[in-house]
Nanobody
Framework: QVQLVESGGGLVQAGGSLRLSCAAS????????VGWFRQAPGKEREFVAT????????YYADSVKGRFTISRDNAKNTVYLQMNSLKPEDTAVYHC?????????????????WGQGTQVTVSS
């Protein structure tokens, strides 16, 4: 079975930056889209970003567009989320999602494997 190792979360002041990583082992990510979702206390899981299997196209939620960048390194079997200009409303547990449709998806149900999540806290 696939093993996902997420890292990069933590506490940061508003306006700061964090870089999340999700490294997969046990299976290749080639041929499948990957994504990031987040969930804040008392709220439903929210789409953040997705990227196609080739890395040629990426799509973002309106709330993070222009601030976050998703990327992938298929040779390293790793997906990243660069988060800049962080806001307190970005505070959430962030989950890496893999094994999605080749050309991406905003639907959590389209991804069949998930990381355990990493906490991001943005202070005011």
């Amino acid at each position: 079975q696939v093993q996902l190792v997420e890292s990069g979360g933590g506490l940061v002041q508003a306006g700061g930056s964090l870089r999340l990583s999700c490294a997969a082992s046990g299976r290749t990510l080639r041929g499948y889209a990957v994504g990031w979702f987040r969930q804040a206390p008392g709220k439903e899981r929210e789409f953040v970003a997705t990227i196609t299997w080739s890395g040629g196209s990426a799509y973002y939620a309106d709330s993070v567009k222009g601030r976050f960048t998703i990327s992938r390194d298929n040779a390293k079997n790793t997906v990243y989320l660069q988060m800049n200009s962080l806001k307190p409303e970005d505070t959430a547990v962030y989950h890496c999602a893999i094994d999605g449709p080749p050309f991406g998806s905003t639907l959590s149900t389209d991804f069949r494997s998930w990381g355990q999540g990493t906490q991001v806290t943005v202070s005011s």
